[in-house]
């Protein structure tokens, strides 16, 4: 009787959403296949950043907070096109320059967040150290980007306030 109580409750736990994410859902899996996904859209020369695109398309792979900062820096700079009062970059490449691709290297924890080392390959060639390294969280069950850091220990949540408060000490459109 003892076992069935069990096996129900263990049932119950995994169909409440509450079963451990696998092996396969680790945090380099997830953010292998964002870039195996976004490297090819970035590519792309379109009217709309590939950014945007991203949140639009996988708004459930990023947290409120880089979502809401990304599309206040991006809303900025339409409204004030030939001027730079934000990002002037690619904030998932890290990069102006368009790359080959993308692969994931080392992965860190630190208070339940994983850093996975991203490396870019220009030109057939892979950069030194990586040029990205993306922060995420499990949130739900489901892996979430919560902020990209670059190997100079800078990150994109403290860039995106920064530009923000700029922006608020010399108004632009």
């Not at 964002?34 to 590519?43: I, R, T």
């Not at 692969?103 to 850093?115: D, F, L, M, Q």
């Not at 489901?142 to 800078?154: A, D, Q, R």
């Amino acid at each position: 009787m003892k076992i069935l109580l069990l096996a129900a409750l263990a049932l119950f736990a995994w169909s409440a959403g509450a079963a451990p994410l696998q092996a396969a859902d680790s945090p380099a899996k997830f953010v292998q296949d964002f870039y195996n996904w976004y490297v090819p859209l970035s590519k792309h020369d379109r009217h709309e950043a590939s950014s945007d695109v991203a949140l639009k398309k996988r708004a459930a792979d990023f947290s409120p907070e880089l979502t809401k900062a990304l599309k206040e820096d991006s809303a900025a700079a339409a409204k004030n096109p030939g001027e730079l009062v934000g990002l002037d970059f690619d904030p998932f490449l890290n990069s102006q320059e368009t790359v080959d691709r993308s692969v994931v290297g080392n992965v860190t924890e630190k208070n339940g967040a994983y850093r996975v080392e991203v490396y870019h390959f220009l030109d057939g060639k892979k950069d030194k150290k990586p040029q990205v390294i993306p922060e995420v969280k499990s949130v739900n069950g489901h892996w979430v980007f919560i902020n990209f850091w670059n190997s100079e220990k800078g990150n994109l949540l403290e860039e995106l306030r920064q530009l923000a408060k700029d922006r608020k000490k010399y108004p632009v459109k």
